[in-house]
């Protein structure tokens, strides 16, 4: 399904939470969404899932608004950090209703997970820890097989572990059938191998929307002693620099190429810190 962004803005009394944001989202494809606390993520995730009314500007999805769409609410699925399910269900309460509402429902997948993750069928909500409950919530979102699938930091009190087995089923998931899934989330690192695209939001503004292959090959990690990658950053937009003992690495934009044309060490840029650049930058214009 093809999502339009158009001047999408939205405020809450005085407090403006996304300022005019246009972009457009292609199907299949994993997006990580990124930023700051407070950047207008869930805000723009709210929206998309027709949760709540833009205050101006507009989603489209296939030419259609979200907001009390039935026909569009039954293709996305929202999973949020806790608070996704009502306290007194069941866990397998929780499944069959989902399964109801969800026309792609995988019950398969749903038995294997919450077997995966030893969630008990009989269990209330209210009587799981918090890394269960962020199980569930994982659990019906990949087995929702919603066309649009959107985490929203879905995994607060789950441990590493978990995570991960979360990270390898959900690419296991969307290789066997792509769509589109949008994980928000402040562990950058830990899963940025997995985006195909990265959007990043700073104070309601959309700073950056590019493919993760040309992030990766656009922006190099170089080391080297002090003089020589003083030497070839000069002239070029620097990213972040250190320095330890006598050494420099440095963050820059520039080809792996090139770097390795003057012999110095190179690598890609993690993620994490372009964001917290470009987050940084943004503060201080
Ligand atoms: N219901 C609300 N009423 C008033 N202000 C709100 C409301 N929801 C969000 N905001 C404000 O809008 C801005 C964006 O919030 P949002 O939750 O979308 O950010 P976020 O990027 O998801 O942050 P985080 O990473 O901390 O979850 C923040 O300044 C927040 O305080």
């Given at each position: 399904m093809k999502i339009e962004v158009k001047n999408l803005s939205k405020k809450y009394r005085n407090k403006v939470a996304l300022n005019d944001i246009s972009f457009s989202l292609e199907e299949p494809k994993i997006?990580?969404?990124?930023?700051?606390?407070?950047?207008?993520?869930?805000?723009?995730?709210d929206i998309l899932s027709g949760q709540i009314l833009?205050?101006?500007?507009?989603?489209?999805?296939?030419?259609?608004?979200?907001?009390?769409?039935?026909?569009?609410?039954?293709?996305?699925?929202?999973?949020?950090?806790?608070?996704?399910?009502?306290?007194d269900l069941t866990v397998k309460n929780v499944l069959k209703i989902y399964s109801y509402f969800y026309p792609n429902w995988d019950q398969g997948l749903a038995e294997s997970l919450i077997d995966e993750y030893n969630l008990n069928?009989?269990?209330?909500?209210?009587?799981?820890?918090?890394g269960m409950e962020s199980a569930l919530g994982i659990t019906v979102g990949l087995a929702s097989k919603a066309p649009i699938t959107i985490f929203d930091e879905p995994y607060i009190g789950l441990d590493a572990p978990s995570r991960k087995r979360f990270y390898e089923i959900m690419l296991e998931?969307?290789?066997?059938?792509?769509?589109?899934?949008?994980?928000s989330t402040h562990l950058i690192d830990e899963v940025s191998l997995l985006f195909e695209e990265?959007?990043?939001?700073?104070?309601?503004?959309?700073?950056?929307?590019?493919?993760?292959?040309?992030?990766?090959?656009?922006?190099?990690?170089?080391?080297?002693?002090i003089d020589e990658?003083?030497?070839?950053i000069e002239g070029k937009e620097v990213i972040e620099k250190k320095t330890l003992a006598g050494m420099m690495t440095a963050y820059v934009y520039g080809t792996v190429e090139e770097a390795?044309?003057?012999?110095?060490?190179v690598e890609g840029v993690p993620?994490?810190?372009?964001?917290?650049?470009?987050t940084e930058r943004k503060k201080g214009a």
């Open positions: 997006y990580g969404l990124l930023g700051r606390n407070g950047a207008g993520k869930t805000t723009f995730m833009e205050s101006g500007g507009e989603i489209l999805i296939d030419g259609e608004n979200p907001f009390d769409n039935q026909r569009l609410t039954e293709s996305i699925c929202l999973i949020k950090e806790g608070q996704n399910f009502k306290k069928p009989n269990s209330k909500v209210k009587t799981l820890s918090k998931e969307y290789q066997s059938a792509p769509r589109t899934i949008i994980l990265v959007l990043i939001l700073s104070e309601g503004s959309l700073v950056l929307q590019e493919e993760s292959e040309i992030l990766r090959n656009s922006t190099i990690a170089i080391s080297g002693t990658v003083e030497q070839f390795k044309m003057h012999g110095l060490d993620i994490q810190e372009l964001m917290i650049y470009l």
